[in-house]
């Protein structure tokens, strides 16, 4: 059991974050980051209808890289089996952000060539984005973002590495999203719990509400909802029919300690 100091000392120096995504490009779901793990240099990564490419030199000394295909229909067909073949191949590190493992890949990337952008600690990264209003799998339309301490590479309090020794709280979910078939358990939360493979359990859902700005909240802000040390917590606005990219926006507020 963790001591009363430490626990004080924990909370005290919590960190207050939000994520919010949108219809629009440049700020859609994340639902794939990755980062080059290799010396040499990255000619391009891009996505198309059914396929990630990824094309790299590899640097003094190591193996051969050159171009890797992953073909969403036979080899790569969820999020979480593209993670984890990109993983494999040790070229490339990948994380699940947005999204949940059990989604789809056809069809479900923004296809185009991927434009590297540098988190705050200077660390590289391609991000494949996704559409809400393109299926996330069969019959779900939907907007996803996630709460974690890792959503970087690296930083001065949360690393890959220490992230299990710490929580994420969710305190309130707002959104605006004009849906083709609002109904229950459509506004959903989910835990994502441990390595390999990430377990994710649903532990919240609300009815859904069509072209108006909702916000729920937990005891008024003075409650929230947390996991175990290393969580994630996903946060998804759903729909069976259709959602619109237009002013559409879900934003998770909450902190890490």
């Known amino acids: 059991m963790a001591s009363l100091e430490g626990t004080f000392t924990r909370y005290l120096l919590r960190q207050g974050v939000v994520v919010q995504k949108t219809g629009t490009a440049g700020n859609r779901p994340v639902a794939i980051r990755m980062r080059y793990k290799g010396t040499g240099t990255v000619t391009s990564v891009t996505t198309a209808a059914g396929t990630l490419v990824t094309v790299s030199v590899a ?3 190591q193996a051969t890289e050159g171009t890797k295909t992953y073909t969403f229909a036979s ?47 200077g660390v590289r990264q391609w991000d494949l984005t996704v559409d809400p209003n393109v299926q996330l799998s069969a019959g779900v339309y939907g907007i996803t973002v996630c709460l974690t301490g890792n959503r970087e590479w690296d930083n001065n309090f949360f690393t890959p590495e220490k992230v299990g020794q710490h929580r994420v709280v969710l305190q309130e979910v707002d959104y605006y999203a004009t849906l083709g078939g609002a109904a229950d358990n459509l506004v959903r939360i989910y835990v994502r719990r441990g390595l390999p493979g990430h377990t994710e359990t649903q532990i919240f859902g609300a009815l859904s509400v069509s072209g108006t700005l909702t916000a729920i909240t937990f005891a008024s802000g003075q409650g929230f909802i947390s996991g175990k040390d290393g969580d994630e917590i996903i946060v998804r606005v759903q729909d069976g029919t259709s959602i619109s990219d237009t002013a559409l926006f879900l934003r998770a507020t909450g902190y890490l300690e």
């Open 59 to 61: 640097g003094t000394g």
């Open 75 to 121: 080899d790569s067909p969820t999020i979480a089996s593209l993670v984890g073949n990109i993983n494999a191949d040790g070229i490339f590190e990948a994380k699940v952000l947005d999204a949940l493992n059990a989604d789809v890949t056809p069809s479900y990337f923004v296809t185009g060539a991927i434009t590297a952008t540098y988190d705050s600690n």
